[in-house]
Each structure stands twice: as C-alpha cells, then as structure tokens.
T-cell receptor, first 110, second 115 residues
Framework: NAGVTQTPKFRILKIGQSMTLQCTQD?????MYWYRQDPGMGLKLIYY???????DKGEVPNGYNVSRSTTEDFPLRLELAAPSQTSVYFC?????????FGSGTRLTVV | TQLLEQSPQFLSIQEGENLTVYCNSS?????LQWYRQEPGEGPVLLVT?????EVKKLKRLTFQFGDARKDSSLHITAAQPGDTGLYLC???????????????FGQGTILTVHP
C-alpha cells in the first residue's frame, strides 16, 4: 500500500500565481485533512472532509479551496499565492483513529 | 480555540540520559496522540491514549494521559541517537458524538540525542 501520496514535493510560486496540491490515499479512509506546518507553530488545520462530496473549513482556510469528488482524492487549491502561504503542507487521512500523513509539499511563494 | 502547550521546545541531551516532554491544555480532549516527525517526512503516529490516567509503554517510551484528560507526558528512558526528531502531541476532539476526530497540535519538541 502506498498510503497517502502528495505531489509535488517542492514548488516555488510567484505572488499571484495559482496551483493545486494533489493528495491521494489508497486506504479507503473516509476522513481526509490538509494541514500546514510553520516553524515552531505545530500543524494548523486548513480544510477537512468526512467523505466524498463533504468538506469543511478548519482553523486557517483563507486563501485556500478544496474539493472531494472521490474517496481517494482531496486536492488543495491556492488561487492567488501570497508570501504568507510559504509553508510545508501535509495531507492526512484516517478511518476513525490515528492519522496517516503524506510526506508533505514544501511551497515557497516569492 | 483549543490550545496545546508543549514544553520544552528544544531538548539537547547525551545518549543514555532520560527526558520528559510535556503537553498541557486548559481544554478536555477525547483522546491524545503523540507523533514523531523526521526531516522531510510527515508525522508518524506513536500512540493514542484515551482514558484519563492511562499509561502506555512503547519500548523505552512511556506515555501518560492526565486524569482530567487535559495534559499528557512522554518520557524516554536511556535516549539513543535514533530517538532524534520532532515530537508532536495532538488532542482529539470528537464532533457531536460522531467517530470523526479533529486534531489540535502542540507546537512540537525538537529532540537531539548526541552519541
């Protein structure tokens, strides 16, 4: 099993550009999450989904959008990239217990 | 907003020493999880503690959940260089009695164990 797969691993964006961070899981988990991790700040929840077609905002949703058309995929969209969105982004999934995280996408906005 | 305060933020010790990491909150959590994260990777779940007062052992790691389910600790005995990493605690909040759990993370403890 691949677990949770995130692409790309690294990306540099210019201010105002858009991009989609991809996340796929092959464990048939209903719950999926997007977090961002900044140095010394732990992980902050951006969006989450409890199943296909259902998404909701987390703690820091501004500047991001998500969709969940299938159980497997949970892409995160950045519409107008800003320097404040420079961070490491983690996707995770869970059945009802512990989370399985992907290996992250390191995004730099310049 | 629920907050989890983790201490210390940084810990640098010699191989063979013991250490304790603390995770404190004013909020009650359904359960609490501990993760370990290595550079360039996502966090990996170490343990989930569910019952107030619960103690779980994982080889040289001992996890404790406070009686009031507001705090937790991680104790490592005879630390080894392989224990080096970022340790994160995360409180689980179950929404409205459902099985879905949302995590609130502490800011992490960076542990370095020198040979």
């Amino acid at each position: 099993n691949a677990g949770v797969t995130q692409t790309p691993k690294f990306r540099i964006l210019k201010i105002g550009q858009s991009m989609t961070l991809q996340c796929t899981q092959d464990m048939n988990h209903n719950y999926m999450y997007w977090y961002r991790q900044d140095p010394g700040m732990g992980l902050k929840l951006i969006y989450y989904s409890v199943g296909a077609g259902i998404t909701d905002k987390g703690e820091v949703p501004n500047g991001y959008n998500v969709s969940r058309s299938t159980t497997e995929d949970f892409p995160l969209r950045l519409e107008l990239a800003a320097p404040s969105q420079t961070s490491v982004y983690f996707c995770a999934s869970s059945p009802t217990g512990g989370y399985t995280f992907g290996s992250g996408t390191r995004l730099t906005v310049v | 907003t629920q907050l989890l305060e983790q201490s210390p933020q940084f810990l640098s010790i010699q191989e063979g020493e013991n250490l304790t990491v603390y995770c404190n909150s004013s909020s009650v959590f359904s359960s609490l999880q501990w993760y370990r994260q290595e550079p360039g990777e996502g966090p990996v779940l170490l343990v989930t503690v569910v019952t107030g007062g619960e103690v779980k052992k994982l080889k040289r790691l001992t996890f404790q959940f406070g009686d009031a389910r507001k705090d937790s600790s991680l104790h490592i005995t005879a630390a080894q260089p392989g224990d080096t990493g970022l340790y994160l605690c995360a409180g689980v909040t179950n929404a409205g009695g459902t099985s879905y759990g949302k995590l609130t993370f502490g800011q992490g403890t960076i542990l370095t164990v020198h040979p």
